[in-house]
Each structure stands twice: as C-alpha cells, then as structure tokens.
C-alpha cells in the first residue's frame, strides 16, 4: 500500500513557515509517496482542528490561475467547515504538490470568523482512510488507499495579518475537536434521507451507519436500530454495503453487525397499493453493549406518500438534474408559482458508481430543477429572493453575513442547452436593494424548459465572454455532482431561497426595455433658481479602463486601472467602463440639504451593469435617494440629496464578460454585441423644492459605442 507523507513552505524571508496577509505570501503543499500513485490517481484528505482555516487562502484565485504539480486543481476541495482539503494526486506521480496565496481580507472583520484574523497557528494532518469525519463525509467521500508516514504526518502553518505580530503568542482555535467517548468506546452515528419516499415508486430510504473514535472489535459491532414503521418496507431488497449485516428483524426494529467504519443500507419503501393519507416512519439507534450513541446524529424520519403527485412542491426531494426536474405545474391558469426550499446536503441525494461506491451531493454541488412549459412567444420571470442577501427592505437576511447573494439561476432545454443565465440582477422593483438572481427569457418556441438555481460558481454565468476563466466550474445540467459550487454554510439562510416563477408577466423590465425607448424627456423650459436659492448643474466624465484579468494586463504590457480611453465602449469585454455623473450646487445649502433629480431619456438597465445597479452608488458627502421612473415604472433616473457642492455618482457600463443583457451568439454562451452604431443618452436635471436648475449646464449627452471598432480613437 501507498505510503504518503506532507510537509509544507512559504516564501516568507523569515525563519517561521508563515503566511503574511500584507506581503501577499504564498503557501506550497508537498507530498512525497514512497511508490507510484495508482491507477486512477490516489485520493487524499489533509484536515486541521480550525474551523473556516483554508479561507484565509485565496481560493477564488486559486481556481482561475491554479499553480499544480501532478494534481488536478478541479479535484481539489474542502472539508465540511472548511478546516482541511482534500486532493486527488495523478496517477503515477511518486511526489505532488500545489501553490496558493493567502487571502488578503480587511481586519478588523466582523462578518468572517475570528480564524480570518491575527494571528493564528493551524496544524496540518494526512487524514487516514475510514477516519474522516461524519460531517466531512459528504465532501470528501471516498479516499484512497494510503498509509501515513509517520515522520511527515503533519505540517504547521502560521497565518498572520501583519509580519509584526509573529512576536505574538498564537491564540488557541475557538472550538476544540470533537472528542471521544470518555469510556473509550466507539461511538456510532446515524444520517437518512430523502425525506419524501413514494410507494408507487418503491423510493430507497438511505441510512448511513458511522463509527468514530475507537476500533471496531475484530467480530464486529451490532447495533440496534428502533423502526416503529418497518412494515412499511420491502425487507426482502434491502442492500446493505460491504462492512455491514443485518442479524436481526423484528417488528419494530432490526439489529445490524457492523465491521467497516462506514456502512450503507438502503431500503426501499413497499407498495401496499392502498390509498393512506401521508405517514411517516422513523429510524433511531438504541443503546447496546460495546458502543455509544451520538447524541447529535442518532435518528432520522421521512414522510411516505403513495404516488409522486402527493409531494408538494416545496420539498427537498432529490432533483439535482434535468430528468429528475420538479413539475411546478404552472399554466395560464395557474400563471404565478413561488418555490421555497434550501440547498443542502442530503443523505438521500448519492449516485452509486460502478464500482459500487457512491458519490454523495453536497450543498456546494446541489441544484435544484424546475420545469414548466412555455408556447412560443411566452416569456417567463424568474426571481430568486434569497435569505442570504443585503435587502432588509425586501426580506429578512444576518447583518454579520457576508455581502451580496451566492446563488445563479440557469435555463435550459429538454437536451440541456443554455438559454439563459443570471447571478446578480434586479427584479421590478428591486433596483439599488437587490443582488439577487432574476432573469427573463422569451420561448422561441413550444416545449418544456428547465430552470436551476444552484450556489455560486457552480452556476457560473459569469463564464460568459470569459470562458478560459471559469471552465470546468460551471455544473453539467444532465450529470449530476459536476461543477464547482462555494457554500457559506457558516451563516444563517445561506442556502434558503424564495424563487418566484411568473408567466407573461405584465410589465417585465429586461425584454421590454430592450426594445423600447423611455417616453421621459428633457422639460421645456428650465426651473431657474429664485432668490437665494443654490443653482444645480450636471457634467459628466467617462472612461474605459483596463480590469485585472485583462490580457494586456496579465501579461505585463499595461498596469490594472489604466485609462484605455475616454469612450464608453460596451463590446469591451474586459475593460471597466464607467460614467460618472457630475452634479455641483453653486450656492448655500441648507443644513437638511436639497433633493435633486436627475432623469434620463433611456432606462437604467439598457446601459449600466447589474453591479451597479445592486447598491445604491457610493456618492461621498451626499446620499442616495431613490429611483425615479417613467408611466411603465421603470427606472430612468435617480434622486440624490445634496449635503455638499459637488456629488460624483458613478455607473459602470454592463460589458460581455459579465453576460449581462448582451444578446448571446451563435452557441449561446459567447457574447454578440449589439452593433446598432453609437448610441446616445441624454441625462437632465428636473426642477425642485429650494433650488434652481442651471440655464445651462442642465443636461449631458454621452455616446454609447457598441465596439472598440466603433469607438473614436483615444486622445
């Protein structure tokens, strides 16, 4: 058998294996095999006792530009609670190794845990096979088969904010590893699901069986098993996995020998053919001789219906793939359907390979389908509310979680192509307050669609324009466990969603502010200031700047933020585009300031990037008001209160990269700018209480160019 060792070093200058936040230090992970990995590559687990540790590595970099040796980066994941990785080594390879930086967050964080901050000493350990965690089994599933080197076990990292606090003595973790039993018996787990089985259907109930924190006596272990409803199940197809036998049957319960850590047993509901109301059966580990119960995972129940049509819609059934899609029955006559569910894993929710093992769904790789069917020319909204997003306005969501929302929306075909896809938008009524996905989308023609909602970059719509970027992350909508999701399970609601599907929606905001022009115009005549009334003028200025992931950029040629031009250029599809919106008072203000309108000719969307329209804009010294709209009620313009003489709002431009309302090309996913010729927008200033408008400065006209090619050269 393979024998592995791990050892780790930092091009920190100092004499300690440390990482430096403020001199962006990176971290390599060696590991030495004292033979070839096997066939099919060799699969390991390094785990630490400090929850969220591996966050304060740059995951997210990591996974657009990977630095490996002998290691697939798309295999490459993390623990339950993110305290340790887990890798898969190439076959072959008799050494391996990866390099990542650390992640440079603000201090001090209020919204990340204390491990994100200061200093802190984390040890690195090889995890053996069968030792891994109940609660990491999801994640990591099924390891290889290794030995431990017992002289290169484990590795220290220190992480620190500032090199000045390597003088410091390490605070200890926050939360101590679970221990073992105080008897030195092994202790036992029990997890189920799904939670819904149908009898017509002979749905299996998974139960998993896991031993931690001793050895298994050499004849095995047997358990007993409370099952109050075991006749609702066919005994004679149980299939317990290898490591397992059930010894025993009685009415209300069983007794299984268990000789592996692991063990799995399904057991499929029975078909009765009676018609019952809804029932549900429980299964709970009794106490026994040689073994202790976890008190935290020990039982689980499910609901049994007779036929599929008696789930609710609402449910967490297992659903992660197209053929697997939940009706949610919406018609004409049933034109509104709101879904609430959650992201999660589910014991119930594993696929079995063919080597009889199973791969498991985690909430990271969880999506979850809807199908509905639409004739041509229908169009349907889809919103996502989302707990887990900074709208108190909207919904309820923790104020110490993290900003924004991580959840994308995708619609497909019956075969599985993409339509359509969005992970940051605004539904009506949400603009400035939302990060929510919302997406509209016109059927071409009769048929059934299917719409996922899936955690962030596991859906990744931003691939769109940027393909090199994220390939390999986004999930196949036909193979289930494909993708590359990130979960947030340390905050509240992170995983709940509300998703709204309506069909021909009266006034849709995206589809229809496509194709037609705001009826807003500038007025007549000018709102002059009287008396001692401050006097508002508007300017503008607007720029095109080079962004991180620019290929000039990364190759050296140009510095990040460099000015490209003075065009707005909305085929760009990389660069930061940005108008800024120039609004001075000429006058005294007065102490409670004054609200000043600036509408335009056009709608907010056709133009400026979903990201800048999920916040209200950072104006400094004034506030952020609210949206003004046209007859349609849809946004034109804004409203902002003057505290100061002059206020800068700035909006950026949406840009292909970002797949945000480009019309998608032949093969649906690369972007095909518009190429109407230059575009313009006139912005002007509305009159209002306690000031007056300029008779000159009062409106601007900046020009919208679909392409570089159609833009004037830089001056």
């Known amino acids: 058998m393979t024998q592995i060792g791990i050892s780790t070093s930092t091009n920190y200058e100092g004499e300690q294996n440390a990482l430096i936040e403020e001199l962006g230090s990176s971290l390599t992970v060696n590991f030495e095999l004292d033979e070839a990995a096997p066939e099919g590559g060799l699969k390991v687990f390094v785990d630490s006792d400090i929850e969220q540790i ?124 679970d221990e073992p039993p105080a008897s030195g018996l092994p202790l036992v787990s029990l997890n189920t699901g799904s939670d819904f089985l149908v009898e017509a259907d002979g749905t299996v109930s998974a139960h998993v069986f896991n031993v931690t924190g001793a050895t298994i006596p050499e004849d095995g272990l047997v358990v007993s098993v409370s099952a109050p409803n075991l006749s609702e199940f066919d005994l004679d197809s149980i299939n317990v996995s290898e490591g397992g036998e059930i010894v025993d049957v009685r009415e209300d319960g069983f007794d299984i020998r268990l000789t592996d850590f692991t063990v799995l047993v399904d057991l499929p509901v029975a078909s009765d053919g009676e018609t019952e109301e809804l029932e549900t059966a429980s299964f709970s580990l009794e106490a026994g001789d040689g073994y202790e119960v976890n008190s935290d995972f020990n039982s689980g129940e499910f609901t049994l219906v007779d036929t599929a049509d008696e789930l609710p819609i609402n449910t967490s059934n297992r659903n992660d793939i197209i053929p697997l899609a939940t009706d949610i029955e919406l018609s004409p006559d049933n034109p509104e359907v709101t879904i609430n569910d959650t992201l999660g894993f589910s014991i119930g929710n594993r696929y079995q390979n063919a080597d009889g093992s199973f791969t498991y769904i985690d909430q990271s790789e969880d999506v979850d389908f809807y199908k509905f069917d639409l004739q041509a020319g229908d169009v349907i909204a889809i919103d996502n509310d989302s707990l887990f997003r900074n709208n108190p306005a909207i919904i309820d969501f923790p104020e110490d979680g993290p900003f924004g929302a991580y959840m994308t929306l995708r619609l497909f075909d019956a075969e599985g192509n993409e339509l359509a896809a969005n992970g940051i938008g605004q539904a009506p009524g949400e603009l400035f307050v939302s990060r929510d996905a919302y997406l509209e989308f016109e059927a071409p023609a009769d048929g059934t669609y299917y719409a996922g909602i899936s955690q962030f970059r596991n859906g990744t719509t931003q691939r769109i324009g940027a393909p090199e970027l994220w390939d390999g992350l986004a999930y196949d909508p036909l193979v289930p466990g494909t993708g590359d999701g990130q979960s947030y399970t340390d905050y509240p609601g992170s995983a709940e969603y509300e998703l709204k599907f309506t069909l021909n929606p009266e006034n849709p905001v995206l589809l229809a502010e496509q194709r037609d022009r705001s009826n807003s115009t500038p007025p007549e005549t000018v709102d002059l200031s009287q008396g001692n009334e401050p006097t508002v003028s508007l300017n503008f200025t607007a720029a095109t700047y080079a962004s991180f992931d620019d290929p000039a950029v990364l190759a050296g040629e140009i510095n990040r933020d460099d000015v490209i031009g003075g065009s707005l250029i909305e085929g760009f599809p990389r660069q930061g585009l940005i108008l800024n919106l120039v609004v001075t008072a000429e006058g005294e203000i007065p102490e409670e300031g004054i609200l000043v309108t600036v509408n335009s000719d056009s709608y907010l969307r056709d133009y400026f990037s979903v990201r800048t329209l999920a916040n209200p804009p950072f104006i400094p010294g004034n506030q952020f008001v609210d949206i003004v709209t046209d007859n349609t009620g849809r946004a034109t313009g804004f409203q902002v209160r003057l505290f100061e003489p002059v206020a800068t709002i700035p909006l950026n431009l949406r840009t292909p990269q970002r797949g945000e309302l480009v019309e998608p090309g032949p093969n649906g996913l690369e972007p095909s700018p518009e190429t109407d010729g230059p575009e313009e927008v006139t912005f002007f200033l509305e009159g209002g209480a306690g000031y007056g408008v300029s008779a000159t400065e009062n409106q601007v006209t900046p020009t919208f160019y679909d392409s570089v090619e159609h833009a004037p050269d830089p001056s």
């Open 54 to 177: 591996v966050s304060r590595l740059d995951l997210p970099q990591f996974a657009f530009n990977p630095t490996v040796e002998n290691i697939n980066p798309n295999l490459l994941g993390t623990s339950f609670d993110n305290s340790g990785f887990f890798l898969t080594i190439d076959e072959g390879a008799t050494s391996a190794s990866f390099t990542i930086n650390v992640f440079d967050n603000d201090e001090p964080d209020t919204t990340l845990p204390e491990t994100f901050d200061g200093l802190v000493e984390a040890n690195f350990s090889l995890v053996a096979p069968g030792e891994v965690a109940e609660e990491d089994l999801a994640d990591v599933g099924t390891l290889g088969d290794y030995t431990i080197d017992p002289d290169s076990a484990s590795t220290t990292v220190i992480f620190a904010d500032e090199e000045s606090q390597l003088t410091e003595t390490p605070e200890p973790p926050t939360e101590t590893p």
